[in-house]
């Protein structure tokens, strides 16, 4: 029997107002750049929090903290939420931390009724989600997954050159726990949208399947310097103009595969940067994604084919290569269940929906049982020191998160 607890939504509230202070900005968000000073002081509030609850913590040897709770059958691997408590330099108070603070309520509200789950319960804090100190991001749990090694991680540098490895040092969160000896039973993120759909539709819960495929793109298109008032239009080999025009058609594929597939050119530096110089060179990102891997695969023809198409007939060079692939990424059908059972137990209004944005759930996927709860940010507006969401809604998300913890927990009892 599924027991009624419920978590409190002002305690949880509370808890977000209060960690917002550990890199507070000017301007209402916060700078809590990963193993940076403030960082520290979350993760060490974390884990006097996780203690107090009798929790035993352990640290891995890329940052990543692990809190448990014992289960009745300790043959079980734990059932684990978490998500991240770093942010972008210009972060707000609910990306990534949501995910762990929301997991600390539903322990705080299990320890509270004094109930015995299954199987242990972790609460996770992932290192370095954001990337934005060092890259890639969701390295820590890349490395825990296996998609990366421990020492790329250890070996990765800021712009001040200071290494992972050091930084772990330098804040004391250099654990011992090989990445990845931890197995997990199954992994739920809640998290903020970050995008306006939950909003725009009056939903509270978006019942995640998915995470869409991501592929990154750098273009370099190369022409001729030219003296703009001596050099004829029609004999030009004007970089620029190729390179717009190509990134104009960038945008109708996504519209071509409208309405899931998106397309973006983020950056774009044109050479040698003079006003009367025609630009002899163009280098630019690209950005595709869509959730069915073999959309994503004719995105990619499509956007090679429009390079040849529009470069060479203007005597244009150019080159391009995939800078990152990230697999559209299908969670558990079991467990995608328990979130939707537990939404429906709750009464919020709710839709199935794949991320547009990466987590770390998507490296988890790979290794457990995994999917994600998103609840509304006013906007849709993140990694941005406005972002913002109701108490109501992170309450309700935490309340999703603990009774489909318990949900999925329940079908790990003895027969």
Request: glycine share 10%; aromatic share 8%; with cysteine.
């Amino acid at each position: 029997m599924i027991p009624n607890l419920m978590i409190d939504g002002e305690r949880l509230w509370g808890t977000l107002m209060e960690t917002a202070q550990f890199g507070a900005t000017a301007k209402g968000g916060v700078k809590r750049l990963t193993l940076s000073a403030e960082d520290k002081q979350v993760r060490d509030w974390f884990v006097e929090q996780a203690t107090a609850l009798g929790c035993t913590i352990t640290i891995d040897e890329v940052g990543n903290v692990f809190a448990r709770r014992p289960g009745k059958d300790p043959s079980l691997a734990p059932i684990a939420m978490g998500s991240h408590l770093d942010t972008q330099p210009t972060g707000g108070k609910f990306d990534g931390i949501l995910g762990v603070l929301g997991a600390l309520e539903v322990m705080r509200t299990l320890h509270a009724a004094g109930y015995e789950t299954n199987a242990p319960i972790e609460v996770v804090d992932w290192a370095n989600e954001e990337g934005s100190r060092f890259s890639p991001a969701m390295l820590a749990s890349g490395v825990f997954a296996g998609v990366f090694t421990r020492d790329y991680a250890w070996e990765a540098k800021d712009r001040d050159g200071v290494a992972y490895a050091d930084a772990l040092r330098g804040i004391g969160y250099l654990g011992k726990e090989t990445p990845g000896a931890h197995p997990l039973t199954a992994y739920f993120e809640l998290h903020i949208e970050q995008g306006p759909i939950l909003e725009a539709e009056g939903e509270t819960i978006g019942v995640l399947t998915g995470v869409q495929g991501m592929r990154w793109y750098d273009v370099t298109v190369t022409g001729q310097d030219a003296h703009t008032g001596a050099t004829p239009m029609r004999l030009r080999k004007d970089a620029l103009v190729g390179a717009s025009l190509v990134i104009a058609g960038i945008e109708a594929i996504a519209a071509a595969h409208a309405p899931d597939a998106v397309a973006s050119v983020g950056t774009v530096e044109v050479k040698p940067q003079s006003r009367n110089v025609v630009p002899g060179e163009v280098t630019f990102t690209v950005d595709l994604r869509h959730p069915d891997e073999a959309v994503i695969d004719q995105m990619e023809a499509e956007f090679r084919a429009l390079l040849a198409s529009v470069l060479e007939p203007r005597g244009l060079g150019w080159t391009e290569s995939v800078f990152w692939n990230s697999p559209a990424v299908r969670f558990d059908p079991r467990l995608v269940d328990c979130v939707e059972r537990a939404a429906a137990k709750g009464g919020y209004a709710r839709r199935r929906m794949v991320s547009g944005a990466g987590h770390d759930a998507v490296y988890l996927s790979r290794v457990a049982p995994t999917t994600m709860i998103f609840v509304p940010c006013e906007g849709g507006v993140s990694h941005n020191e406005y972002e913002d969401a109701t108490p109501a809604d992170c309450a309700a998300g935490a309340q999703v998160l603990l009774d489909a913890v318990l949900d999925f927990d329940a079908s790990l009892a003895r027969r």
